[in-house]
C-alpha cells in the first residue's frame, strides 16, 4: 500500500483528493458563492460578454438612429405635402378674390355706364424704358379692336395701340400720341388731355387748348366728352391741379392727375362697344 501511494499514480490520486477537498472547503466557505471554477470561467467570458454588450447597444442604437430618421423623414414628407396643399389651397383662392374683385369693378362701371360693353385684361408686361404703355393678355381673338378704349373703375386708362390675335400694348395717357377729348365737370370748358414726357415723370398729364376765358381751376374733375366717337362719354379722366396760362396768350393748359392709377394697375377692361362708337375716324 506504502508503494501505492509512493508510485506516480498514487500521488496523482492524492493531489486530485486534495483538490477535491480544497473545492468542497472553499465552497463552504463562500456561502454559496461562485466557485472558482465558476470565477474563473467568468473571467475569462466577460471580454467576450463586454464585446457583446457594447455591439449589442451599438446596433440597438444605430436601429433607433436609422429607424427615427426614417420616422422624421416620412413626417417632413408629410408635411411638406401638406404645406404644398396650403399654398395651393390659398392661391385659388388669392385668384378667386382676383376675379371676384374684377367683377366688382366691372357691375361698379356698368351701373354707372350702362351701354358699355366691358373686355376685362390681365396687365401682362411693362416696359421699364417707355412707361406710357403696357401689355394686356387679350387680342383680336377675344374681341379686342385696335382703338379701343381702356379704363379701370377709378377712370380712362388710354386705348388699344398695337393689336395681335392674342395681346395688346395700350397707349395710355401719358403718351404723346394719346388725345382725349375733356370737359370740366363744373363749368364745362373742355380742351384736349395728352400726354407730355416732363409731366408724366411726376405722374401727370396736360390738357390744352382751354380757352382764355375758362373758369375751370385746381380740383376740377375732367371727363370724356364722346364727341369723336373714340371714347365713350361721362368717363373720369383726372383731376386738375394747376392752371396756367400758355406762352403765346392765347389759351390756357392744366396739369391733370389721372384717376385711374396708370402705372399700378394690375388689370383693366378693354370697351369693346359703347353707344356712339366710330362716328368719326381716329382718337379724340
Do not use: H
Not at 456561502?31 to 460578454?49: D, E, H, I, N
Not at 389721372?258 to 356712339?276: K, L, M, N, Q, R
Request: hydrophobic share 45%; aromatic share 8%.
Amino acid at each position: 500500500m506504502r508503494d501505492f501511494f509512493k508510485s506516480g499514480k498514487g500521488k496523482l490520486l492524492l493531489a486530485a483528493v486534495a483538490v477535491l477537498l480544497g473545492m468542497l472547503f472553499f465552497s463552504a466557505r463562500s456561502g454559496g458563492l461562485a466557485t472558482w471554477p465558476q470565477q474563473a470561467l467568468s473571467l475569462a467570458l466577460y471580454p467576450f460578454q463586454k464585446l457583446a454588450e457594447v455591439t449589442t447597444g451599438a446596433v440597438s442604437g444605430w436601429a433607433e438612429v436609422f429607424l427615427g430618421a426614417r420616422e422624421n423623414y416620412e413626417e417632413n414628407v408629410r408635411l411638406r405635402e401638406e404645406v404644398a396643399a396650403l399654398q395651393n389651397e390659398l392661391a385659388r383662392y388669392q385668384s378667386l378674390e382676383q376675379e371676384n374683385g374684377r367683377l366688382r369693378e366691372m357691375l361698379d362701371i356698368r351701373q354707372e355706364n350702362p351701354g358699355l360693353t366691358l373686355l376685362d385684361a390681365a396687365v401682362i408686361a411693362r416696359d421699364p424704358a417707355d412707361f406710357s404703355a403696357f401689355t394686356i393678355d387679350r387680342g383680336s381673338l377675344s374681341g379686342v379692336s385696335l382703338y379701343d378704349p381702356v379704363m379701370t373703375s377709378a377712370g380712362l386708362v388710354g386705348y388699344v395701340g398695337e393689336l395681335s390675335l392674342t395681346t395688346a400694348r395700350v397707349t395710355t395717357l401719358y403718351s404723346p400720341d394719346c388725345n382725349v377729348g375733356a370737359a370740366a365737370a363744373d363749368t364745362g370748358d373742355a380742351g384736349n388731355v395728352t400726354g407730355e414726357l416732363t409731366l408724366a415723370r411726376e405722374g401727370l398729364v396736360r390738357m390744352e387748348l382751354i380757352p382764355r376765358d375758362a373758369g375751370l381751376s385746381a380740383g376740377s374733375l375732367l371727363t370724356t366728352t364722346g364727341l369723336t366717337g373714340s371714347f365713350p362719354e361721362g368717363i373720369l379722366v383726372g383731376e386738375v391741379v394747376d392752371v396756367q396760362m400758355e406762352e403765346s396768350g392765347i389759351s390756357l393748359w392744366a396739369a391733370v392727375r389721372p384717376a385711374a392709377d396708370i402705372e399700378g394697375a394690375s388689370s383693366v377692361f378693354v370697351v369693346t362697344d359703347f353707344p356712339g362708337k366710330g362716328t368719326e375716324e381716329g382718337t379724340d
